[in-house]
């Protein structure tokens, strides 16, 4: 029997959603059943970009006069514009009655993130985080090997992103933020650490800025206690020069009381065990055909996530990544702020 097409609307046409677009029309290509049937972003020139780009017609610039034109006929929308509108978007959207997608990081504050996690539920709408780091193919094998038992209990483990990328001609907005590597890119880091060794107790952080012709801090270095008694390191720059520049690759090594993993540059990851022996993977994303370099890891997540949100609405199963998760990401992000003005380490909140 055929499936019914799941139907959404996309909210922000900017940089990023463009990858977006392409997953979800891959997704429908491969008789997935989803369709993106409108558009909005308040910037006209933007919607006409996508509105040709995508071929769909139904094209607003406010997300009011989208949800009255399709009222009833959205299953959900994906919100993939920045942070500020989310705490009027999502409310909108749950308002509706559609199920909501919406970008890292999904509010700005965590009083914020609980308010939109209340209304999505009083509405009885899902809230689905859009946080990929962990659906990079390299890093979700890195994930599972762990989770297989492979190298027994973890003890110790780093998450580490270093590049040199200028990230701020494509996202200008990242140059201007008072809050930058953390709340941009520590997130992603964060959320894989939560992935691979689960909540975290405490944590502390230091941060400087190399560039001086940004706002924010664009290097962050954490220590992380898990609940399980694991500790992580995550550290993130921006500002690490390399001649061989691994961005948007995060490296990780985990040590466990059975043997060690190591997801090394350009997707390689041993498995070493407690005889001395070591099996090498390759862990290549497999490029969808739109994806460019260097972004073909971060552009294959946007398609495992989307695929993986779309199997889950189906199944009427929650995503990892749901709003009551992601809050507890973010709140690795507000303690770190925190731990690196007070030089104390922090106790991250936690959602109930
Ligand atoms: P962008 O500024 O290029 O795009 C945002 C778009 O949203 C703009 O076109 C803007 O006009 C539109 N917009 C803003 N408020 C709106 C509103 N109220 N109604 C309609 N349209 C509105 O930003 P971007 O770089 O595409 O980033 C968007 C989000 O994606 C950010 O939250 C960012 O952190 C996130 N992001 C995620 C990843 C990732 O998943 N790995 C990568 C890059 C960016
Ligand atoms: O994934 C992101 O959120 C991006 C980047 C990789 C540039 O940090 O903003």
């Not at 308040?42 to 006409?48: F, G, I, W």
């Not at 996508?50 to 139904?58: H, Q, T, Y």
């Not at 209304?119 to 297989?148: D, K, M, P, Y």
């Not at 560039?211 to 609940?227: K, P, R």
Request: proline residues 4%; negative net charge.
């Amino acid at each position: 029997t055929q499936q019914r097409t799941v139907r959404g609307a996309l909210i922000g046409c900017g940089f990023f959603a463009e990858n977006q677009m392409r997953a979800w029309r891959d997704l429908h290509e491969m008789g997935k059943g989803v369709e993106i049937v409108a558009l909005c972003d308040r910037d006209p020139q933007r919607l006409a970009y996508f509105r040709d780009l995508f071929g769909v017609e139904a094209a607003y610039t406010e997300a009011e006069t989208l949800f009255a034109a399709f009222a009833g006929e959205l299953d959900f929308v994906d919100i993939a514009t920045t942070t500020p509108s989310h705490a009027a978007l999502v409310p909108l959207a749950a308002r509706h009655g559609v199920d909501i997608i919406c970008q890292k990081p999904f509010a700005g504050s965590l009083e914020n993130a609980s308010r939109l996690i209340a209304q999505c539920s009083a509405s009885r709408v899902s809230l689905g985080i859009h946080e990929n780091f962990r659906w990079q193919h390299a890093v979700r094998q890195t994930i599972e090997t762990l989770r297989s038992g492979r190298i027994g209990r973890p003890f110790f483990g780093r998450i580490s992103y270093r590049s040199g990328f200028d990230v701020y001609a494509a996202q200008p907005y990242l140059a201007r933020a008072e809050r930058f590597i953390l709340e941009d890119l520590g997130i992603h880091v964060l959320d894989i650490a939560r992935a691979l060794f689960g909540e975290v107790a405490r944590l502390s952080c230091e941060t400087t800025r190399i560039n001086a012709a940004i706002a924010g801090e664009d290097v962050a270095t954490l220590m992380l206690q898990h609940d399980d008694g694991i500790t992580s390191v995550v550290d993130c720059s921006y500002a690490t020069r390399l001649a061989d520049d691994p961005f948007p690759q995060s490296l990780i090594e985990v040590d466990g009381v059975h043997g060690s993993l190591r997801l090394r540059q350009d997707f390689v990851l041993e498995i070493h065990d407690t005889g001395g022996h070591c099996v090498v993977q390759t862990v290549r994303p497999e490029p969808p055909a739109w994806s460019e370099s260097p972004w073909v890891p971060i552009q294959a997540s946007v398609l495992a996530f989307q695929a993986d949100w779309l199997e889950a609405y189906r199944q009427n199963r929650p995503i990892e990544t749901r709003g009551e998760d992601n809050y507890n990401t973010l709140a690795l992000v507000e303690a770190a702020y925190e731990a690196a003005a007070t030089h104390q380490s922090v106790i991250p909140e936690r959602w109930n």
